[in-house]
């Protein structure tokens, strides 16, 4: 029998484990697929994301990934930037960053188990043939939790879903700033994640929608992707807004996209899930997991705010105009929104932020 069981092993459950084992606890983690574990996504990390792998002691080989110095919006000729306020980010394959994890875990004494066949039934969760018995139970299965469907802790709210696309390209990266495309109903994202590689999403409302025909909406783009080559097959994903009422049920607790996600606009998943673990091993520790319940819903606030004023600009073509005018030509205001983006504003500068879009946004 372990203290603790963590059910996933992707990255939120490997976060899970590895803030979990510092406080001395004994884990162990299992997951039905092969290391390292893939998933189509930006592959950037927000600068509190890497904050919070520094603080679970995660460290990646030296030279992989790249150094990401803040945002820029591009939309009709009209282009704003602004760098994050103090560290910088970081854009890293996601198979990379999987066996970084994966080591540390592996390093920390956690018991990692690839290829298990895990099962929720109603006469509880088994591995294989034998039931998982542990003091506390993590569910850190995706957004399509079986966990959480067993766990009875499926009832939530969500936004429709959408639809990304991500593709690398061996390509030396132009800029470094996580750029965004903004189009009618889409958005394309380019991360710097090596010295010669980029990685390239699309994200919209259409599942037929791939990057070679958005690219069409966006010709500069598509020329400086020509000098490159595609080096990954595409792979899509469905991302939502989805809100869970609760994430606890007597020892279980749910962590990552089984507790609940943000839109791939936000590019805030990575960053949530950890965050999250640190809150989740100090309420094991006090042996209350009322302390994550209440910690994991302050750290989703923010992010579900930013989230839904970014799908905002989405739906609304004019507002989106209007907006990225304002950004471009009072780039200050753009430098606090990104700054409120990464919490880097306190209250009442953030709402300061607010009033002060809004007062440019009366005067265009």
């Known amino acids: ?134 003091s506390w139970i993590v569910g850190a299965d995706g957004a399509n939790s079986v966990i959480r469907r067993w766990s009875g802790l499926d009832h939530h709210s969500q936004s429709a879903p959408r639809f990304a696309f991500r593709t690398h390209f061996r390509l030396a990266p132009w800029t470094g700033f996580v750029e965004v495309y903004w189009g009618s109903g889409m958005q394309v994202y380019v991360t710097p994640i090596g010295k010669m590689e980029v990685c390239v999403a699309v994200v919209s409302h259409d599942p037929r929608t791939r990057l070679s025909h958005a690219l069409f909406a966006f010709p500069a783009l598509a020329a400086r992707l020509r000098a490159g080559e595609p080096i990954s097959a595409e792979r899509g994903a469905i991302t939502r807004m989805l809100k869970l009422r609760r994430v606890c049920s007597h020892n279980l607790a749910l962590i990552g996209d089984a507790s609940g996600c943000v839109d791939a606009v936000t590019g805030e998943g990575l960053g949530l899930a950890f965050r999250q673990a640190i809150v989740l091993a100090d309420a094991i520790a006090a042996g209350n997991l009322a302390l994550y319940e209440a910690g994991h819903r302050k750290l989703m606030h923010r992010p579900f705010f930013m989230g839904h004023s970014l799908l905002l600009l989405d739906r609304h073509e004019g507002l989106r105009r209007r907006v990225i005018n304002v950004f471009e030509t009072h780039s200050q205001v753009f430098a606090r929104c990104i700054a409120a983006h990464v919490g880097g504003l306190t209250k009442p500068q953030f709402a300061l932020t607010g009033a002060n879009l809004g007062w440019h946004l009366l005067g265009t």
């Open 1 to 134: 029998m372990k203290d603790v069981f963590v059910i996933g092993g992707g990255p939120a459950g490997l976060a899970a484990a590895i803030a979990v084992r510092k406080r001395g606890f004994q884990v162990a983690v299992a997951d039905p697929r092969d290391p390292p574990i893939d998933k189509p996504c930006g592959e950037g990390l927000l600068p509190d994301a890497v904050e919070a792998l520094c603080r679970l002691g995660v460290e990646l080989p030296h030279g992989t990934g790249c150094s990401l110095s803040g945002v820029r919006f591009l939309h009709e000729g009209k282009s704003a930037e602004a760098r994050f306020p103090s560290k910088p980010g970081l854009g890293v394959p996601r198979t990379a960053l999987h066996d970084a994890l994966a080591a540390q875990a592996s390093a920390s004494g956690v018991e990692l188990r690839w290829r298990a066949r895990i099962r929720a039934t109603d006469d509880g969760t088994f591995l294989g043939q034998q039931r998982i018995r542990a």
